[in-house]
């Protein structure tokens, strides 16, 4: 486990023990990379979490956490006792929340599918790389209503994103968002933009047992954010202990923090 001072400190480092705080978010890089984003958001929220790096072995957190967070954070991080704790501490009463990235779901080295995490999680996974890039826009939609969702204007200001994971929602799960890739052409002066027919589960929410899951299959940082970093019509800066400072849209920041705090159980079903 790495502990940093101050967002403006030279990096100190500590190990603890074991972790202390109600949320631990694992990936995303680094603190001082890519995972500023979303320390930044938990910080100006007032979120108390602890971290890991993508590339340190995982380490259990305390009784006291009522969610773990894995985005861009590989499988082979765990020793095979931890994941089926994490599966036993979920059904338990703890929350879930996996965002996507190269190192999530099945990714291009997440390889969760099969796994006793893969089981708790809301979405079945592909056999195979399930990464896909989005060279032009792929728009956000509203499939339902959820707290994760409430007030944020989805079906007014559809913001795009440039890449997800594709899975598929299991039947206990709900689709609260999808992903619809749109293709544009150009002829003379004139744009064409044709829609696909078929919309990607993007946020998928349920339950397994007694604890609260969600996958989001887009990424919190870029590049596969895309537009949805900036979405909002004001702006927050935020910086977390031992991170970069981020600038990001109101709608954004807001978004992610209700997905935490509802699979954190800090908000009604």
Request: glycine share 10%; hydrophobic share 45%; aromatic share 10%.
């Amino acid at each position: 486990m790495v502990f940093f001072s101050a967002c403006s400190a030279p990096l100190r480092w500590f190990i603890l023990g074991h972790m202390t705080k109600p949320i631990l978010y694992a990936g995303d890089t680094a603190l001082q990379a890519a995972a500023s984003y979303l320390a930044g958001i938990m910080s100006h929220y007032r979120i108390s979490f602890d971290y890991l790096a993508s590339d340190q072995k995982f380490v259990m957190p305390g009784k006291e956490c009522r969610l773990l967070i894995l985005s861009d954070y590989p499988c082979r991080n765990f020793v095979s006792a931890q994941v089926e704790s994490i599966a036993e501490r979920v059904r338990d009463g703890m929350g879930l929340l996996m965002i996507g990235g190269w190192e999530s779901f099945t990714g291009e080295g997440g390889d969760f599918r099969g796994t006793a995490i893969g089981d708790v999680l809301p979405v079945s996974m592909l056999a195979n790389d399930d990464r896909v890039n989005c060279a032009q826009p792929c728009l956000v939609e509203r499939n339902s209503t959820h707290p994760i969702v409430q007030d944020l204007p989805f079906d007014e200001v559809s913001p795009s994103i440039g890449g997800f994971n594709r899975v598929v929602a299991k039947p206990e799960g709900r689709t609260i968002l999808s992903a619809r890739r749109v293709a544009v052409r150009r002829k003379g002066k004139t744009l064409a933009f044709a829609p696909n027919r078929k919309a990607d589960p993007l946020l998928v929410a349920g339950v397994s047992g007694k604890g609260r899951v969600a996958a989001f299959a887009s990424d919190v940082a870029p590049h596969w954010v895309g537009g949805l970093v900036d979405w909002g019509i004001t702006r927050i800066t935020a910086c977390a202990d031992g991170a970069h400072p981020v600038e990001v849209g109101n709608w954004y920041a807001q978004f992610f923090n209700q997905m935490i705090r509802w699979t954190a159980a800090l908000q009604p079903a």
